[in-house]
């Protein structure tokens, strides 16, 4: 039997609290057709203020990374961030009449996402944002290929979506994955561990940040 990769221990190790959040009441009201537009301008208000902490956290992971080929994908991540979904949020608030600044960001569901994810990749080296990340971006996509089956009447919504279910997004998660499982090979028990609960810990702030969208 092949030995476990790094992804599959921690896929494994996690399973409880990431299936807590791909089936949650956030996803499942996308899927069934009931999410109101008041949460999900609400949720837009607070993703689109993660997005731009993103852009923070993968310029740690660019500078922390060892190759140049791990850093030329993640200026191309950057581009993406900064050039396709921030300018998404820009016009669907302009599009929907969104005041961003209307919003209290300050939610501490929202806050702790925000500062827990960064306190994660300035204390940590490369691999722990890459874990973090992974936690992110596995959940986005595996949750958005569902969701993109339903029938959504919401245009921007549909939209949003589909971005997290499309090649190009699986691509970021499936590269996040196989940085993981090429560098577990070389670690020791202890720091796959360590790795997993940065995994799990960005989860429950996944969850409840999601849950912030219900005010």
Known sequence: ??????????????????????????????????????????????????????????????????????????????????????????????????????????????????????DIVRNGGFLDTVAAMFAAEWMYWTWSKRAAQANIADPHLKEWVKMHADDDFAAQAKWLKQELDAAGDTLDVPERKRLSTIFGRAQQLEIAFHDAAYG
């Open 1 to 118: 039997m092949a030995a476990e990769t790094l992804s599959e221990q921690i896929l494994r190790e996690n399973a409880a609290v990431f299936e807590a959040m791909v089936n949650h009441r956030f996803v499942d009201d996308i899927v069934l057709e009931r999410l109101s537009p008041r949460v999900f301008e609400r949720y837009l208000v607070y993703e689109g203020a993660f997005v731009e902490t993103a852009i923070s956290i993968f310029a740690f992971a660019t500078a922390k990374a060892e190759t140049i080929a791990q850093k030329r994908w993640l200026i191309a991540v950057l581009d993406a961030l900064a050039n396709q979904q921030i300018a998404y949020f820009e016009r669907i608030f302009a599009e929907r009449s969104i005041d961003p600044g209307a919003y209290d960001l300050d939610v501490a569901e929202v806050e702790a996402f925000r500062t827990g994810m960064l």
